[in-house]
């Protein structure tokens, strides 16, 4: 057997690749762009070939700057975002898009056209009590009533819908299927966002379909009767995979995962398992997820779960968070006079200005500016995606200094998001320390200001990509190269590095805080006032 292992974690813009050492050690990291398409508001749309090919792409890349053999590569795994891909029944990308976009197959998790949908299908019934008591747009249900309804051409075709790590495993393996004929599933999507049972092997939930009108989709998208365990293998290699992505025949192709708890599974690498109660995975990208586990079952209003075997096994996973983070930091960039392309080297360019200047006149630089985040609705602690979002105290000011305060606060209105969120968990006055991974960890401004705005330690890691480690663990004991969790978490232990809290900038986020709540309330009463006749 190999000694490498591929992690491969899909993005709302980008794929990235990651080579791993069976004891963890990252030996390259390569990144390949995707297109987001928005055709109309509250419509984001992908090309899932466009997807697969920026795979080949980083996974190639990856392997060539690891210099490995590609035939020593024990396992690959992949992550994604929880967008939908539909296929007809030979496997042909089917459109998705009511702009009539006939190469757009994909909807990405952010769409949020399924709005009424979602509503509709959050009836009494122990299912939707598992996703804290109403359905999201960005789950796969209210979507997939979306197109039946919709695009109705569409759906007479289908006879393929993916989450998208799971679109990824079938293009891998070939289309593997079980006893039955349905295409092998990962219970971390089936689970999370398809409403199957919550510990593996979960059944598929055919009642529940059918109450919300979908009782064709078990046959309609190839569902299997039961999920499949995550640290479970999908099959190997197909020798189409093989030739694309360049890897040897005996690799084994682990269950897909959803992002967000790929990211908790690395993060917490090295970590006590039976302190986990005292922790929570902050994966902080384009969007937010907090992620807990524990050893009981756990449900709560706004919160998605528990889903026991996820992300860890043996452990109930619960999340919350934020569907605009860092898509709403892009906003701010792009829609400002001195923005423009959201780029990396901007956003740095960005951070590296607020520092100075917080440097300079402290964490209340940008006041009197504050801001509601919730530019694209809300998941928690209240689960609303018509949820709308609130500048106060705008001038003006077109400067790119006026740019860096409005980020600034807007960071800081995250953040304050954030602690509430922590807050509202069953376990959050439990929580001691956040473990944090994602584009928001990636200058060292953000996880101080989580801190001191949550008043928790922050925990990062040193010299690797969590979300793709969390991939590479999945991976490898897919493949058998670990005997259990434990033994795969204890081998792959990244260095990392304590932000604590500081007691001035944390008395000062009390005030922040408190505003950020007030400008709750006064959203509420506004929109009461809207709803009265003119």
Known sequence: MGEFIVAVDVGTASVRAGVFTADGRQLAR??????????????????????????????????????????????????????????????????????????????????????????????????????????????????????????????????????????????????VTDANGSNSRSHSSLSSKW?????APGARPDDFYARIGLADLAAKACLPAQSRAPFEPAGRLSHTARQELGLGPDCVVASGLIDGYAGAIGVFCGADLRTLERKAALVAGTSTCVVTFTGQEFNHPGCWGGFRDAGLPGLWLMEAGQSASGALLDHIIRTHPQGGAPTREKHLQLLDHIAARVGEVGVGYGLPLAILPDFHGSRSPVPDPTQTG?????????????????????????????????????????????????????????????????????????????????????????????????????????????????????????????????????????????????
Not at 393 to 422: H, K, M, P, V
């Open 390 to 534: 609130l500048i106060a105290g705008l001038t003006l000011d077109e400067s790119f200094d006026g740019l860096a305060q409005l980020y600034w606060r807007a960071c800081i209105a995250l953040a304050c998001n954030i602690r509430q969120i922590i807050e509202h968990l069953p376990q959050g006055s439990q929580i001691e320390s956040l473990f944090m991974t994602g584009g928001f960890a990636g200058h060292p401004l953000i996880p101080q200001l989580y801190a001191d705005v949550t008043g928790r330690a922050i925990r990062l890691h040193e010299g690797r990509d969590a979300v793709l480690l969390g991939t590479a663990v999945n991976a490898g004991l897919a493949a058998g190269l670990y005997p259990d969790i434990a033994n795969a978490s204890a081998r792959m232990t990244p260095a990392t590095k304590a932000v604590t809290p500081r007691l001035d900038a944390a008395k000062m986020h009390e005030r922040d805080y408190a505003v950020f709540l007030t400008l709750q309330r006064q959203r509420a009463e506004l929109a009461e006032l809207l709803r009265q006749p003119g």
């Open 30 to 175: 390569a990144v390949s762009p995707t297109r987001v398409l928005q055709p109309q508001a509250g419509h984001y749309e992908q090309v899932s070939n466009e997807i697969w090919q920026a795979v080949i792409d980083s996974v190639r890349d990856a392997v060539r700057e690891a210099q490995i053999d590609p035939a020593d590569v024990a396992a690959i795994g992949f992550d994604a975002t929880c967008s939908l891909v539909v296929r007809d029944g030979e496997g042909n990308p089917l459109p998705v898009s009511a702009a009539g976009a006939a190469h757009a197959d994909t909807m990405l998790w952010m769409d949020h056209r399924a709005n009424a949908e979602a509503e509709e299908c959050s009836i009494g019934d122990p299912l939707v009590t598992r996703f804290g008591g109403k359905l999201s747009p960005e789950m796969q249900l209210p979507k997939l009533l979306w197109l039946k309804r919709h695009l109705p051409e569409t759906w007479a075709r289908m006879g393929l819908a993916f989450d998208l790590c799971d679109y990824l495993t079938w293009r891998a393996t070939g289309g």
């Open 195 to 199: 409403g199957y049972e919550p510990a």
